[in-house]
């Protein structure tokens, strides 16, 4: 048996390298953005946002009066109330009832989430009508990690978009 007849496998310690290195840079490149979670903490609340938004419009229809999404950017909050003030109450968290408010600085899903740039219509509030319709129009932004979302209420319809804004 002669040494060019036989047959040997396995890879060289070039390929090893190489196949390392790509892993590496690969690493480098696609873990920081997995781990970004003020991307998902920032999404997660513009999901909650919309979704009050929603009920609260669902709500001024199905009771046929008049229901507020209130923001507070200087808290870092938002509750539901009605037109006097009074903050809706929720049983679905707990078999208590518990007020309708939605505070970012104490909720541990949206750490590092702030509330800022609200204006419908000069007011830092949406009102929905008996009919589901909004008083006015207007806007909202949530702020983490460098990602910044704008939540807009459109003035009559009442739908609600949500869009990525650069410069967060």
């Given at each position: 048996m002669s040494r060019e007849?036989?047959?040997?496998?396995?890879?060289?310690?070039?390929?090893?390298?190489?196949?390392?290195?790509?892993?590496?840079?690969?690493?480098?490149?696609?873990?920081?953005?997995?781990?970004?979670?003020?991307?998902?903490?920032?999404?997660?609340?513009?999901?909650?946002?919309?979704?009050?938004?929603?009920?609260?419009?669902?709500?001024?229809?199905?009771?046929?009066?008049?229901?507020?999404?209130?923001?507070?950017?200087?808290?870092?909050?938002?509750?539901?109330?009605?037109?006097?003030?009074?903050?809706?109450?929720?049983?679905?968290?707990?078999?208590?009832?518990?007020?309708?408010?939605?505070?970012?600085?104490?909720?541990?899903?949206?750490?590092?989430?702030?509330?800022?740039?609200?204006?419908?219509?000069?007011?830092?509030?949406?009102?929905?009508?008996?009919?589901?319709?909004?008083?006015?129009?207007?806007?909202?932004?949530?702020?983490?990690?460098?990602?910044?979302?704008?939540?807009?209420?459109?003035?009559?319809?009442?739908?609600?978009?949500?869009?990525?804004?650069?410069?967060?």
């Amino acid at each position: 048996m002669s040494r060019e007849s036989v047959n040997r496998t396995g890879f060289t310690l070039v390929e090893v390298m190489v196949v390392l290195v790509i892993i590496g840079i690969a690493g480098a490149v696609v873990v920081p953005h997995m781990l970004s979670g003020g991307q998902f903490g920032v999404q997660a609340a513009a999901r909650v946002v919309i979704a009050d938004i929603i009920y609260a419009q669902n709500e001024a229809v199905a009771h046929q009066s008049p229901r507020r999404v209130v923001f507070e950017p200087d808290n870092n909050r938002y509750m539901l109330t009605d037109t006097a003030g009074t903050t809706m109450t929720v049983s679905w968290k707990s078999s208590a009832q518990e007020n309708y408010i939605v505070d970012f600085e104490q909720d541990q899903r949206f750490s590092g989430v702030t509330l800022e740039n609200v204006d419908f219509g000069g007011m830092m509030m949406v009102e929905f009508d008996d009919m589901g319709s909004p008083i006015s129009g207007g806007t909202l932004e949530l702020i983490a990690a460098g990602f910044r979302y704008r939540i807009t209420v459109a003035a009559f319809t009442g739908q609600v978009t949500i869009e990525s804004v650069p410069g967060g």
